[in-house]
């Protein structure tokens, strides 16, 4: 089966400054590929040459086997790739349906008579939620009232609504209590059963072995392990993540060095007693 996508030796430099080196995955119809890594493991990095801001500088990234250099982030979107950043692009006090079509709205009419098609885009919003399993009560309200959950799985609707092949999301439990990452796990899930292949980019393992099919993991910009779900376990992969070999070196380093032995120290008379010659 050909792959959505695939990156194979992908670099990037910034100047004297390597991002990304020699970093490989593939993304599959129906399944979810996570990149794990710490803070400057060099995520954001891989995200925008996959989202079409930055271009890759080695390697080969192939969109449905045929090789491409993304120049825009609307090349992207045209195949197929809609990303989901941690900001999410929405507009707090705007209405949901609003947002929900933002740089997309449907018109009605002709010429000087032209007009957005509200309620179309009403209509749609709320179908497409109910469609994902996303149950809200107004989609009038500003989305700026949704939960941090809730606006990330409007975000995930308005990706597989648009067409998307391909869904990258950016730390999308990062800011969320256990309930609500519990709820954009659920819907990551639901885009990846609707037959997207989803890139899930996140340091958490936990979140990661919930819902991910392989698991792809950077370390100072550099691929420090890829494996797949039925290659791994959650304990294996966390220690992987986290660096286990230097953990254990750093625990060693860490560990408190026995108490002296202050009784071997003191007189033959024990403390507070006078010498017997005294």
Request: hydrophobic letters at 40%; a negative charge.
């Amino acid at each position: 089966m050909t792959a959505l996508i695939r990156l194979a030796g992908v670099g990037k430099d910034y100047g004297n400054i390597r991002a990304l080196e020699d970093v490989s995955l593939e993304v599959h119809p129906g399944e979810i590929t996570c990149v794990l890594g710490d803070n400057g493991a060099g995520k954001s990095t891989l995200i925008k040459i996959i989202a079409g801001l930055h271009r890759h500088d080695a390697g080969t990234f192939e969109i449905e086997g045929e090789e491409v250099r993304l120049g825009s982030p609307r090349d992207a979107l045209d195949r197929g790739i809609a990303t989901v950043y941690q900001d999410l692009a929405v507009v707090p006090l705007m209405p949901v349906w609003r947002n929900f079509f933002l740089g997309s709205e449907p018109t009605r009419g002709r010429g000087p008579f032209k007009r957005l098609d509200v309620a179309a885009m009403r209509e749609t919003t709320r179908t497409e939620l109910a469609r994902m399993g996303i149950e809200l009560h107004d989609v009038d309200q500003p989305i700026g009232t949704l939960s941090g959950g809730q606006r990330q799985c409007v975000a995930i609707a308005r990706a597989v609504h648009f067409g998307a092949k391909i869904l990258v999301l950016d730390e999308p439990t990062a800011a969320l209590g256990v309930k609500q990452s519990g709820v954009v796990l659920k819907y990551v899930a639901a885009a990846r059963d609707a037959g997207l292949g989803v890139v899930l980019i996140t340091h958490n393992p936990h979140h990661a072995y919930l819902v991910g099919d392989r698991f792809v993991l950077l370390k100072r910009g550099a691929m420090a392990g890829s494996h797949a779900k039925a290659d791994i376990g959650l304990d294996e992969l966390t220690r992987q993540m986290a660096g286990g070999s230097e953990l254990e070196q750093l625990s060693h380093e860490l560990e408190r060095a026995p108490a002296p032995d202050l009784a071997a120290r003191e007189p033959d008379g024990g403390p507070g007693k006078p010498d017997d010659d005294a």
